[in-house]
T-cell receptor, first 111, second 114 residues
């Protein structure tokens, strides 16, 4: 039973425009959410996170929004750059240390 | 310098053989994790450990075993009972005590069973 869902397997965006990645979750016990970026044959690297007590966190070009009532979070990347082309994973943590990931969204930034 | 190391990067085994994947971290992290990645499947949790000598099954633990005898080490054994062992395996660690923290990943081990 997938508790973290990324329903869009892929996203194509033009360089300079905004990329919006979505993530839904089902477990109301999740209290910390993270986004990771991954290139093929490498380990994921951490991008940005948000605690359940906040609704927005911003770090440079990356902003994460959390809507707890909808059990939904999103990652905004603006402006998108060619180096942003990668797979992006949403992850969620609950208080028993279990860290669950979604299936990922492949982002392609077009020149 | 600090980090999390998985070895080897590529591993080939014959069907029916057990194989152990290594994961070592020198970040002084309490929690460690093993994930498996298959094409289009994302990262699926195999086992995780909050502290030395304690670990819990993740979502796909069948056919795998782990141990956590030392804080810095969390080896994963892929047994012959695992029906589809060929995959990319990722290990992660996290400073779990106190506030919410991110997990750091190793570079992965590609296991191919022939």
């Amino acid at each position: 039973d997938q508790q973290v869902k990324q329903n869009s397997p892929s996203l194509s965006v033009q360089e300079g425009r905004i990329s919006i990645l979505n993530c839904d979750y089902t477990n109301s016990m999740f209290d910390y959410f993270l986004w990771y970026k991954k290139y093929p044959a490498e380990g994921p690297t951490f991008l940005i996170s948000i605690s359940s007590i906040k609704d927005k966190n911003e770090d440079g070009r990356f902003t994460v929004f959390l809507n707890k009532s909808a059990k939904h979070l999103s990652l905004h990347i603006v402006p998108s750059q060619p180096g942003d082309s990668a797979v992006y994973f949403c992850a969620a943590l609950n208080n028993d240390y279990k860290l669950s990931f979604g299936a990922g969204t492949t982002v392609t930034v077009r020149a | 310098d600090g980090g999390i190391t998985q070895s080897p990067k590529y591993l080939f085994r014959k069907e029916g053989q057990n194989v152990t994947l290594s994961c070592e971290q020198n970040l002084n992290h309490d929690a460690m994790y093993w994930y498996r990645q298959d094409p289009g499947q994302g990262l699926r949790l195999i086992y995780y450990s909050q502290i030395v000598n304690d670990f819990q099954k993740g979502d796909i633990a069948e056919g795998y075993s782990v141990s956590r005898e030392k804080k810095e080490s969390f080896p994963l054994t892929v047994t012959s009972a695992q029906k589809n062992p060929t995959a990319f395996y990722l290990c992660a660690s996290r400073a779990a005590s106190g506030a919410n923290t991110e997990a750091f990943f190793g570079q992965g081990t590609r296991l191919t069973v022939v």
